[in-house]
């Protein structure tokens, strides 16, 4: 018997990620790639590792003893591994390594933009990979592997649910502004626009979330005429007199003409906060490195 370490470490990865698909997106593979690994390893143990006896439609992989055995193993060697590039990265005491960081427009434009350049100048052997991506996945994204951290928004009064091997951590509170048509006229009640059509956010968003317990805790119905799941999509409608939206003070940097700002009391704020993986080896000093660049960023604006 020979064993491949490289298969025990393919082997992990269908545990940790759930089955063969979740593995092959963690280890930027095919799931077909992953399935003749399991095979190989399979042959050079002599052992049955996935129990076929069970499977069928979606159901998840099922594991042998022999296969529980090879896999704590396997999580022994990741952790030496581990363990190896921390003790290398520390002795060379520079922050290397790729992160990537999953962030969206108004939150790249109000700090982390800041927070990127500055990682740039201060640590040139880090590699950060930017997507500009919806937060609604940015939990399932982390947990296989494929983003390392993700800005992520909900109303201020909401708390956020962390799924397991996750861990939150707050930024920066968006203050809520009322944005109406300048045609229309002005008040200092939002009582006084409470028949008047309104563009609302999708049920999840940090608008939506809003909107929602400003109609509960005002009585006021704010009727929704428009849904709109970007910032500048329903400040255009405003501009084009279609009805009032509500916004956090960072999406009206760059808003459009026809517009007004109203600071009315009890709108709240959004809260940007970042996610990350939480573990014995997590986060990465690489990781670290840029979520305390971020709350700098986010302190400082």
Not at 97 to 107: E, N, Q, R, S, Y
Not at 135 to 149: C, E, H, P
Not at 151 to 156: G, S, Y
């Given at each position: ?25 963690a280890?930027?593979?095919s ?31 099922e ?12 999580n022994?060697?990741?952790?030496e ?28 434009r ?5 927070a ?16 500009q ?10 947990l ?21 091997g996750?861990?939150?951590q ?16 002005e ?40 849904l ?10 405003v501009?084009a007199?279609?009805g ?44 670290r490195t840029?979520?305390d ?9």
């Amino acid at each position: 018997m020979e064993l491949d370490p490289r298969r025990l470490i393919v082997l992990r990865a269908v545990d940790r990620y759930a089955g063969v698909v979740g593995a092959a997106a963690a280890l930027h593979v095919s799931p077909s790639a992953v399935s003749q690994q399991l095979a190989a390893l399979e042959r050079e143990a002599g052992v049955v590792i996935i129990d076929r006896s069970r499977r069928g439609g979606q159901r998840a992989v099922e594991f042998t003893p022999a296969a529980r055995l090879l896999i704590s193993h396997a999580n022994a060697i990741a952790e030496e591994l581990d363990a190896a590039e921390a003790e290398l990265s520390a002795l060379s005491d520079a922050i290397t390594g790729p992160v990537t960081f999953a962030a969206f427009l108004t939150a790249l434009r109000g700090f982390a933009g800041t927070a990127i350049t500055d990682l740039r100048r201060q640590h040139p052997a880090l590699t950060l990979s930017v997507r500009q991506l919806d937060d609604q996945s940015a939990a399932a994204d982390l947990l296989a592997g494929r983003t390392d951290l993700a800005l992520v928004e909900d109303d201020a009064h909401q708390r956020r649910p962390v799924p397991k091997g996750l861990r939150y951590q707050a930024l920066y509170d968006d203050p809520f502004r009322v944005v109406v048509p300048e045609d229309w006229a002005e008040v200092d009640d939002l009582a006084l626009l409470a028949e008047r059509p309104w563009i609302d956010g999708p049920r999840d968003s940090a608008v939506g979330q809003a909107m929602r317990r400003v109609r509960h805790t005002s009585g006021v119905k704010l009727p929704a005429a428009h849904l709109c799941h970007d910032f500048t999509a329903a400040l255009l409608l405003v501009s084009a007199g279609l009805g009032a939206t509500l916004v956090p003070m960072l999406a009206l940097a760059a808003y459009p003409t026809g517009v007004r700002e109203l600071a009315l009391p009890g709108l709240g704020a959004r809260r940007i906060g970042v996610l990350y993986r939480q573990s014995r080896k997590e986060p990465t000093p690489a990781v670290r490195t840029v979520v305390d660049a971020l709350r700098t960023a986010a302190v400082e604006a």
